[in-house]
């Protein structure tokens, strides 16, 4: 009797490591962690160095998601349209949404708009930033 009750036990904790393990490897991994994101606000740092960021994470991803809430929103749209406007990025998804915040003045629930825009590289993005860097190269040599 001893024997298969020890048996069911192992038996029972045998299921559990396999929907412990079956949970882990269905787990989406959150949102926030995304290596191409950039969570854009409109008080912390100056457009270009979004614009710049951006461009970066488009060679090192070949595509970058801008985020915003809020005010910050017109933000989001200036740098994709930057982007886009000198033939580095194409626009690939736009999503919008609404999120439940507390107000941290008056303690009460708000609801804040979120967008966020997916940017993929052009076709033309690395012949472009190419140039850019001979012509960044060329300055420094009239400088020296």
């Known amino acids: ?5 020890k048996m069911e036990e192992v038996i029972n904790e ?3 490591e396999e929907v412990i ?7 989406n991994i959150n949102d926030s962690h995304k290596k ?5 606000s ?3 740092k100056p457009l270009f160095f979004y614009v710049n960021l951006a461009k970066k994470y488009l060679q090192q991803h070949n595509e970058v998601e801008l985020s915003a809430l809020g005010m910050a929103i017109a933000t989001v749209v200036t740098i994709a349209e930057i982007l886009k406007n000198n033939g580095l990025a194409t626009e690939k998804k736009i999503t919008t949404s609404t999120v439940d915040m ?3 003045s008056r303690g009460r629930p708000i609801q804040k708009a979120k967008i966020e825009i997916i940017l993929g590289k052009s076709e033309k993005f690395d012949d472009l930033m190419a140039s ?3 012509e960044n190269d060329a300055e420094g040599d009239e400088e020296s």
Do not use: C, F, G, Y
């Open 21 to 27: 393990t079956e949970a882990v490897n269905n787990l």
């Open 132 to 134: 850019a860097a001979e």
């Open 102 to 104: 507390k107000d941290e």
């Open 1 to 5: 009797m001893v024997a298969s009750a």
């Open 42 to 44: 409109n008080t912390k």
């Open 14 to 16: 045998s299921k559990v």
């Open 36 to 40: 191409n994101r950039i969570q854009v």
